[in-house]
């Protein structure tokens, strides 16, 4: 329980950083999300405000990128990394993880990666 002396120290911004080292799971993120945006409805300072809200977005769209995408996207991605690859045969559960894997990758400006390269 917070000290009436506590509610009153200057907020302080926390870098995503220092944010994602507490936990890292999507239902996680989201939580904090929903709790900083009712938190700011509560604030009558608006940059501050304004603040929590930019990190909650921050929050949603690291979570939305950990969602676990589809078997078809999967498969099909697969696919294409195996063919880049040029067909090799018994291998395709090393394409399945490393498609499931990129698909997952919240950093979409990544070099095309395949098994061959890695």
């Known amino acids: 329980m917070l000290k ?6 200057p907020l302080r911004r926390l870098t995503l950083e220092e944010e994602f080292a507490v936990e890292d799971s999507q239902s996680h993120l989201r939580a904090k999300a929903d709790k900083y945006r009712v938190f700011a409805r509560w604030l009558s300072d608006r940059e ?3 603040r929590i809200l930019t990190l909650t977005n921050e929050l949603e769209q690291r979570a939305s990128a950990m969602e676990k995408p ?3 996207d999967i498969r ?3 696919h294409e990394l195996w ?14 993880h490393l498609a499931e ?8 400006s990544s070099p095309l990666r395949t098994p061959d390269n890695l």
Not at 87 to 96: A, G, L, V
Not at 101 to 108: G, V
């Open 4 to 9: 009436k002396s506590e509610l009153f120290q």
């Open 48 to 50: 501050t405000a304004q």
């Open 70 to 72: 589809s078997e078809e």
């Open 76 to 78: 099909k991605r697969a």
């Open 83 to 96: 063919e880049h690859a040029g067909k090799p045969e018994n291998r395709d559960e090393e394409f399945w």
């Open 101 to 108: 894997q990129e698909l997952r990758n919240a950093d979409k």
